[in-house]
């Protein structure tokens, strides 16, 4: 029997999470206390790791019919341009970030959602959870009746304020910056390229300009010091400060105008006893780099279908603890290079000497760019123990891209020759279903970490789990076998 499974939250981590389980054959509950999904413009930009993930959950082609594709990033500096961050290098097949207000991405999961029969239990709240034994105890409230329900596991996608993480007791640890920024939705006249996205630095204060559809723009100014966040924040106030760092910039038509504080914060454990926690409800990012949602949507990826293969008794419990282990350690390290890049943007003093240098000459900041046009990418996961084979625990990105397309639904197996892959056809029965096997040009299977691969095993979530020769693929694919037949 299938264990049940309660989502806290139809945010977008809940719904990527929702769809992923559901397609892996678990039919989680979905609760969210709102009665309508948000209206407000949030989240901007959907990485290029975040559009193949939508993509294998059939969501991406919606999203780029209606986003704008934006592949070029400016940082000027007191007038200056620093760099340009160039997103058309990128091995991928979505070498951009797509420009789009957070209502339309979860309007697609919504439509998608509504398609394959995922739904949401609409003005319903999580109040309090008790775990007994493996089972999670949770009181619901809804139209003012409160009851209570027990399930295997529950997942708090429940955001920055999550019920969920304070019921379990953990810290959210971190800092609010000594700023705030106002955020509008504006059409504008400018003496630039409109079409790229701009970070304009000066020592008085910045402001990001980010191209949107139907001829709108975001632009973010930052306001420091002394601001009420419960002040009314109108066109002419936003007029007003952007008037002082650059008059040249002329905005009109608003659309829509929020205030929001800087934060880095983070709990100190995403999973306890049978209770996980995603998205902002362990994570909270500068929106420098764009990283909260789309690292949501990474989370529930990674633990969709580690839920799914141990909901349904294929793999052992042990595999759930690398969700912790894993997306824990890669918003540590997110967490670090935004805290780093918001303070060279709004010019705090939270960065060393030679994080300074990248306010330097663009020559001088050639490793930096291609670093950083990975990460924001959301390319530059890391998830491998020490000691592991070249490229095991980053994401698969083939040399040769054409015709490779991820799906979701299981590991795949990756060789350049048809009588190898048939030999280790056999060998990958795991947990009673055929693996994918995918016979290539060797140009395809060897990867970016691993030219030379022969064979490279990529577990559903896109994640290589191995790659080598067949001799060592045969021995991990034992190991593996092993291990989903002590479940
Ligand atoms: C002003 C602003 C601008 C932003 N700009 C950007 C940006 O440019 N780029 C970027 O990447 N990110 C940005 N973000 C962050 C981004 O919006 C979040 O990272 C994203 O929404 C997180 O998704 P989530 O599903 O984890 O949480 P949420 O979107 O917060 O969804 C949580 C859901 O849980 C529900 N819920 C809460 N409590 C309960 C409960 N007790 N019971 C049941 N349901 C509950 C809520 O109703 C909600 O639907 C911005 C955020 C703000 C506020």
Known sequence: MVKQVLIVGAGPTGMVLALQLKRLGVDATVIDSRLAAGSGSKALSVNPASLDILDDLGVTEQLLARGKQNQSVNLIYEGQRLFKLDFKQ????????????????????????????????????????????????????RDGQVY?????????????????RELLKLPFSGYDYDMHFVLADVKVRWNRDTSQSYYMVSEDGFFILLPLTEGYHRIVIKVSGAFDPKQTIDFDLIQAYLQRLDPDLEIFEPSWISSAPFYNRETSQFRRGNVFICGDACHL??????????????????????????AKGEAPEVLLDSYDAERRQNAKSLLRLTDKNTSLIARLDRHSADDEALFTPKQKNRPFIRQ???????????????????GVGRIYLPLDLQGYRHQGTGYTLFASDAACAERLAQQVAYSGEQAQIQVCQRETVAHQFDPEAECVLVRPDKIIAFSGNERQCSRFL?????LAESA
């Open 148 to 164: 209570k329900e027990t399930y295997d596991y529950v997942v708090g996608c429940d955001g920055a304020r999550s019920r969920t």
């Open 372 to 390: 950083f046009v990975q990460a924001a990418a959301g390319y530059q996961l890391d998830y491998a123990a020490t000691g592991s084979a070249k």
């Open 285 to 310: 990012f500068s929106p420098i780099g764009g990283f909260g949602m789309n690292t949501g949507i990474g989370d529930a990826y990674n633990l969709a279908w580690k839920l799914a293969q141990v």
């Open 90 to 141: 990128l091995n991928s097949r979505f070498a951009y970030f797509l420009m789009l207000p957070q209502p339309d991405t979860e309007a697609a999961l919504q439509a998608r959602m509504a398609e394959t029969g995922c739904e949401v239990a609409r003005g319903t709240a999580l109040v309090d959870l008790h775990q007994q034994g493996d089972q999670v105890q949770v009181t619901l409230s």
């Open 478 to 482: 034992n190991d593996t076998l092993l």
